[in-house]
């Protein structure tokens, strides 16, 4: 389907709106019935109409269909965050006994979930480096029920080849669900790829105005609705018409942004790399990563994040720098208007930090909107106080 399409048209229907461009914010809770037959038939399946707003919304309707179609799958389900996106995905896949193999460093609430929620309900998780597929191989055992991926990682970037682990996964009858919100559907479909669940933030590049907190599921019509009549409807975080609607609109400039950003991201990334305070520039698309082929193989581009290893001895090196960006503001998330900063010390005290440690002074950007001169002028007067 031409992206075009999916984002211009797929799941409008102007004529039942006054021919308005723009679709309506159906605020509503629930939805009236004539017929008893007809109350009746919701009931039995409440993903097939309009019963209540906890299921299924036109507004939201419009959004899963454009969302489904981005990723190549066959339906998507929206939710009122990407970590709830994440728990429902997971929880819908596992029951006492079983086990998950997760890669490592996954998103924060993803960890938490294996760390801290599972256990309590007997279910377990094994942490592999997910750069080898061999590791996977390794880490199944008979009680394996699911696959966590998150490629590329949101702060290293370390990638998994996706078509191969869910070739493996399937061998064994292992669910795989994939975190893609660093590349969103425009830069890699893993559904595709053969990955049973595709998750993004749509906080993120999605929404792309930091003003919605959203997350999506994608995969085949039994998955979701597997899901539906179960977490989506039990947990009770699917998405608001009015966040919907924000993310129909956010949908409408994505691949203008996305390749606006990733654009000013290559400027930046050759200034970084010729910066003496710049140890190492971490980016997927730049020739030295050290996953680079894999990740041409399997991603059709790169966005805007980047990190850097800071070229520092001590901890108030990297703090100056942040403290002095007068545009890049020093902020968690990405995928918005605006540049952002976010250092790993800030969760480091000056008494634990190690120079010696790359991780301990990476320092994550997020390329925005703005021209590459006035963010590298901004970073260049930074570095000059760091
Ligand atoms: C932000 C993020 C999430 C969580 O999404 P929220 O919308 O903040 O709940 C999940 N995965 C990755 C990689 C993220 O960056």
Not at 258 to 278: F, G
Request: proline share 4%.
């Amino acid at each position: 389907m031409d992206i075009s399409y999916i984002l211009n048209e797929l799941g409008e229907d102007r004529s039942q709106y006054f021919n308005a461009i723009a679709p309506p914010i159906i605020q509503t809770s629930n939805f009236a019935f004539r017929r008893v037959d007809d109350m009746g038939k919701a009931f039995e399946d409440e993903m097939a109409g309009y019963l209540y707003s906890r299921g299924i919304n036109p507004t939201v309707d419009i959004l899963r269909l454009k969302l489904a179609a981005l990723d190549g799958a066959e339906d998507a389900l929206v939710f009122n965050s990407g970590a709830a996106a994440i728990f429902a995905a997971v929880l819908a896949n596992v029951k006492a006994g079983d086990h998950i193999i997760s890669v490592r460093h996954p998103y924060t609430w993803a960890q938490r979930t294996f760390d801290v929620i599972l256990p309590r309900f007997g279910v377990s998780t094994t942490y592999v480096d997910g750069t080898q597929v061999d590791n996977f191989v390794k880490a199944i055992q008979p009680n394996t029920t699911l696959i966590y991926l998150e490629s590329p990682n949101s702060w290293t970037y370390a990638l998994q080849d996706l078509r191969a682990v869910a070739a493996l996964a399937k061998s064994h009858h292992i669910i795989t669900i994939c975190d893609n919100s660093y590349c969103t559907p425009l830069y890699q479909r893993p559904v595709e790829l053969g990955i049973d669940i595709s998750l993004q933030s749509a906080t993120k590049y999605i929404g792309g105005h930091s003003d919605t907190v959203a997350g999506v599921i994608s995969g085949s019509k039994a998955m979701m609705k597997k899901i539906f009549d179960s977490e989506y409807l039990n947990i009770g975080s699917g998405i608001q018409p009015f966040n919907a609607w924000l993310l129909i609109r956010g949908l409408r400039t994505l691949p203008a942004r996305l390749e606006q950003s990733a654009q000013t991201t290559r400027r930046v990334v050759d200034y970084l790399k010729n910066h003496p305070k710049v140890e190492e520039v971490i980016y997927p698309f730049d020739p030295g990563f050290m996953q680079f082929e894999l990740a041409r193989q399997q991603m059709s581009g790169a966005g805007g994040l980047l990190t850097i290893v800071y070229n520092a001895k001590e901890r108030a090196q990297i703090v100056r720098f942040c403290e002095a960006l007068q545009h890049i503001l020093m902020a968690v998330s990405w995928g918005g208007h605006e540049s952002l900063v976010i250092p790993r010390c800030a969760s480091i005290t000056h008494q634990n930090f190690r120079p010696e440690k790359k991780e301990h002074r990476m320092v994550r950007l997020y390329i925005g909107l703005e021209s590459a001169d006035y963010l590298i002028a901004d970073l260049d007067q930074a570095f000059n106080a760091g």
